[in-house]
């Protein structure tokens, strides 16, 4: 195993996850790339950019979620771990299938809540979509609903 791929989504539940495949990574002297798909753009998704309030809001938002990441890949490198930390765009399920490939993983680090069949009904869950769709192993780590 050489790659290991963590999608991360900035939130304190990630920290588990990411413990985890910092784990997985160092005792199998793999690289860890973490990855935060980020909204997509409005026009990607048909949708006018708005004022340019907006707009500077998007993009101080964007070079603020890539700062904490890389902040995140420093912090792993330090503790002698090979990782790097991108910041994509687009829908997440699909994105995270196509790094996955880009980047030739071997396994996908992510986490579930454990939502009630409601929530997935309305809102859905990309831990499960990428369960349904992944080509290469996804190893689920737990994150409790109180957290």
Known sequence: MKNILVPHDLSPNGAPVLA???MLASALGA???MIHVAAPDPDFVGFETG???IRDHRA???RSEHQELQT?????????????ALLVQGPTTATILDEARRLNADIIVMGS??????YKAFVGSVCEQVLAESK???LVVPIPRNT
């Open 113 to 118: 809540h454990g939502h009630s069949a409601l």
């Open 31 to 33: 690289k860890l790339w």
């Open 72 to 84: 995140m890949a420093q912090l792993l490198r330090s503790d002698g771990l090979d990782a790097e």
């Open 136 to 138: 290469i192993p996804v």
């Open 60 to 62: 101080d938002r964007l």
């Open 51 to 53: 004022p340019r309030s």
């Open 20 to 22: 985890k495949a910092q």
